[in-house]
C-alpha cells in the first residue's frame, strides 16, 4: 500500500464536528433518519447522542474521539471499499477506525438494515 502518512495525519486531526453535518446530510437524503445514523455510531463507538454532541461541543479530533471510542469488538467484521482503501487492508489504526465510521455510514445511506450494519451474529 502507498504511503498514506500525510493523509492519516490529517484525519487524526480533522474535527469530527466539522464532519458529522455531511453524515447527517447523507443518510437524510437517501431517506435515513438522524436516530439511525446515531444508532450506527453507538454502535461503532459506544457514544450516546448526548456524548456526541459533548464531543462535538468540545471541538474533538478524530484522534480524541476515537481515543475516546470503546470500539465495538465486531468493528473488524466491517470489509470493503470506502474511500478507494479496502477497509480491512488499512494499516494506520486510527485511519482505519474513521473508514469504518465512514463506511458503515455509506451502508446506512445506501438502504442496508441496521442489524446487518451492526454486524449482529
Given at each position: 500500500m502507498a504511503d498514506t502518512s500525510h493523509h492519516d495525519e490529517k484525519i487524526a486531526n480533522m474535527k469530527f464536528s466539522s464532519?458529522?453535518?455531511?453524515?447527517?446530510?447523507?443518510?437524510?437524503?437517501?431517506?435515513r433518519t438522524k436516530?439511525?445514523?446515531?444508532?450506527?455510531?453507538?454502535?461503532?463507538?459506544?457514544?450516546?447522542?448526548?456524548?456526541l454532541q459533548e464531543l462535538m461541543d468540545k471541538q474533538v479530533t478524530?484522534?480524541?474521539?476515537?481515543?475516546?471510542?470503546?470500539l465495538n469488538p465486531n468493528a473488524?467484521?466491517?470489509?470493503?471499499?470506502?474511500?478507494?482503501?479496502?477497509?480491512?487492508?488499512?494499516?494506520?489504526e486510527l485511519t482505519q477506525k474513521t473508514?469504518?465510521?465512514?463506511?458503515i455510514i455509506d451502508e446506512l445511506a445506501k438502504g442496508k438494515k441496521i442489524e446487518k450494519i451492526m454486524r449482529t451474529p
Open positions: 464532519v458529522y453535518p455531511h453524515y447527517v446530510t447523507k443518510v437524510e437524503k437517501k431517506g436516530d439511525e445514523l446515531h444508532q450506527v455510531i453507538e454502535w461503532l463507538t459506544g457514544f450516546n447522542e448526548a456524548k478524530f484522534r480524541t474521539f476515537f481515543e475516546q471510542a470503546n473488524s467484521l466491517i470489509k470493503g471499499v470506502i474511500c478507494g482503501y479496502r477497509v480491512e487492508e488499512i494499516t494506520n473508514r469504518y465510521l465512514d463506511k
